[in-house]
């Protein structure tokens, strides 16, 4: 089994930044895919970035291009969405997601992920 936890939340005043960690441990062989989405009530959950730590590929949705980056951190199996110029749009619950293999290219498909974790809180205030 993989366990998934996210952290990293909290309030900020639009343009500010925020840096969310997604920390995957358990059973884990080869390379995977981390994608963050987010969701706010009354919303469907919104893809906004994944990653593939076999090349480190990237990809983003639309409304976060230029302003959002996910990579790999320095600790194993750490991933972080650093999110600079933030508008309260943006707000919303955040969920790092794992499933083995590729990312599905330029796709957030949320039932590709099989192991979720339990969302940290973004806020941003005008």
């Known amino acids: 089994q993989v366990q998934v936890l996210e952290s990293g939340g909290g309030s900020v005043q639009a343009g500010g930044s925020l840096r969310l960690s997604c920390v995957v441990s358990?059973?884990?062989?080869?390379?995977?895919?981390v994608g963050w989405f987010r969701q706010t009530p009354g919303r469907k959950r919104e893809g906004v970035a994944s990653?593939?730590?076999?090349?480190?590929?990237?990809s983003y949705a639309d409304s976060v291009k230029g302003r959002f980056t996910v990579g790999a951190d320095n600790a194993p199996d750490t991933i972080y969405l650093h999110m600079n110029s933030l508008k309260p749009e943006d707000s919303g619950r955040y969920y790092c997601?794992?499933?083995?293999?590729?990312?599905?290219?330029?796709?957030?498909?949320?039932?590709?992920?099989?192991?979720w974790g339990q969302g940290t809180q973004v806020t941003v205030s005008p």
């Open positions: 997601a794992y499933h083995a293999g590729v990312c599905s290219s330029g796709q957030f498909v949320d039932t590709d992920f099989n192991n």
């Open positions: 358990g059973y884990i062989i080869g390379d995977y895919c």
């Open positions: 990653i593939y730590t076999g090349n480190r590929m990237t």
